[in-house]
């Protein structure tokens, strides 16, 4: 196409005439100064002159498509007014800000759409229908831009963030409004927000809390339609309710709630669709083992129920690890191209995510009572998967492996020998280092409770 440039550096380079390497979501330069980046590798459009209309000298603001010197005859069309600059409002700019941070092809460690579920394709369609939803996108937006320039959160970011949930409480108390898809979505961008702004000294969110009333408000608990079908298969597979559901005790579904919570078309019978089937049944199991404990009731029949569950995970994990393996013995061509990429990045996920799970139920096993030392080898052995499973997603760090902090306190829950625990500890702090998200006696809190979680400790459990 005449006039358009090939080159595709960001603005900053363009105006300091640096070489770009027009990397997505932000140039190696920009990342290295920590500045913002705006429009590396995307293409820049040049609006030549249509050579046919003159402008009225008398007018102003009418801008002339004409830089010939030659004037127009008085049969050709009356020269026409536009604005002085390209049509748009605040949605325009947040839907195309939003994609950007969205789009396929964008890098892996950094692309929003890959992190935390499907569900986002299906946004930019919705802005402008719901003020709760706008202010979420915004604020998500604003902070991962940051992020991604390796900046500090900033002021703005802040604000639309205590914006979004200002606003969000309103449409909660709307009975209507409360129930809705787009309310529901809302909430979950601002725990996503969360991932870049970090817990304000919170060892649980609050929000994924916010989303399981939402859904046991609305009576009908399963997906309504495609887009809630993504959104729910996000809401248990970005590692946020479902986990977040193994210690906060005020995440208070029935079994059946968190069976319709798992039950996705979309990866039903596919190994980890299985294994968050098996994650479900988690929640109600440690209330059951805590409360078992605590009237001294015979622990036998629930560790038999655990052994089942265990046992099955420990099948559906070998699946993931065969299929790992496959994928990276297999010829896909460029390594670097999305699509390989995409693929592998996948089974290297759903693999740690199957090592987090199984953990739990061996730690369960072994707080009921099991006493045979098989569940304590294979504990060290899920323990030092986790931690090569760590070093192996080291390449899609920082975002696209935040699962893998998930991973590493389970690990570090599981494991009594001081120095493997030692080992995973320096790698859980080195992962949380890419977020900065809790300071360090704020982690070791966190760690603990998950522990005493996974092992049925009721010391700090209110028998009333």
């Known amino acids: 196409m005449p006039g358009v440039p090939k080159g595709r550096a960001c603005d900053g380079c363009r105006k300091q005439k640096k070489k770009c390497d027009e990397k997505q979501p ?15 590798g995307q293409q820049r459009y040049k609006f030549k002159q249509d050579h046919r209309f003159m402008p009225d000298s008398n007018q102003s603001q009418i801008i002339s498509f004409d830089s010939s010197s030659s004037s127009s005859s008085s049969s050709e069309t009356p020269p026409f007014e536009i604005p002085p600059v390209c049509p748009g409002n605040n949605i325009t700019f947040l839907t195309g800000s939003f994609v950007g941070a969205i789009k396929r092809t964008n890098d892996l460690r950094y692309n929003l759409w890959w992190s935390f579920g499907f569900f986002l394709e299906e946004i930019p369609r919705r ?15 604003t902070a991962h831009a940051n992020f991604c320039a390796g900046q500090a959160i900033s002021v703005d970011a802040l604000f639309k963030y205590s914006s979004a949930l200002r606003i969000l409480r309103v449409y909660l108390d709307d009975p209507l409004q409360a129930t809705s898809s787009s ?23 609050g929000h994924a809390q916010g989303a399981s009333n939402i859904l046991r408000a609305r009576k ?82 629930l560790a038999e129920e655990v052994q089942s569950i265990y046992d099955n995970c420990k099948l559906i994990l070998e699946e993931l690890k065969a299929r790992k393996g496959d994928c990276e013995s297999s010829d896909l061509g460029d390594a670097r191209t999305f699509l390989p990429r995409l693929l592998q990045a996948h089974n290297l996920r759903t693999y740690g995510i199957g090592l987090a799970i199984t953990i739990f139920f061996n730690c369960m096993l072994q707080a009921l009572g099991s006493k045979d030392p098989i569940y304590s080898e294979e504990s ?23 699962y893998i902090i998930m991973c590493l306190a389970s690990a570090w829950a599981a494991t009594t020998d001081p120095q493997l625990r030692l080992k995973v500890e320096a790698c859980l702090l080195d992962y949380y280092g890419d977020f900065s998200m809790l300071r360090e006696p704020q982690l070791y809190q966190h760690l603990e409770w998950s ?3 996974l092992w049925l400790d009721t010391s700090g459990t209110n028998t009333n």
């Open 380 to 402: 060290t052995y899920l323990v030092e998967e986790t931690l090569l499973h760590a070093k192996e997603g080291n390449m899609f760090r920082p975002v696209g492996a935040g």
């Open 127 to 141: 802005i402008g229908t719901n003020e709760a939803l706008d202010r979420a996108v915004s604020a998500l937006t």
């Open 183 to 205: 309310t529901l979505c809302a909430v979950m961008i601002l725990l996503l927000c969360q991932s870049f702004h970090g817990p304000s000294g919170q060892t649980v969110t």
């Open 220 to 301: 009908h608990f399963g997906p309504r339609d495609e887009f809630e079908k993504k959104l729910f298969l996000s809401l248990r597979g970005s590692v946020a309710q479902l986990f977040e559901g193994l210690y906060n005790d005020a995440i208070d579904l029935s079994p059946e709630e968190w069976e319709s919570l798992v039950t996705n078309d979309f990866d039903q019978d596919y190994p980890e669709g299985r294994i968050l089937k098996c994650l479900a049944k988690a929640p109600f199991l440690i209330k059951r083992g805590k409360q078992a404990k605590i009237n001294m009731e015979d622990l036998g029949p």
């Open 26 to 40: 932000t140039c190696g330069r920009c990342l290295r100064l920590k500045l913002t980046c705006v429009g590396s």
């Open 451 to 453: 522990r005493d979680n």
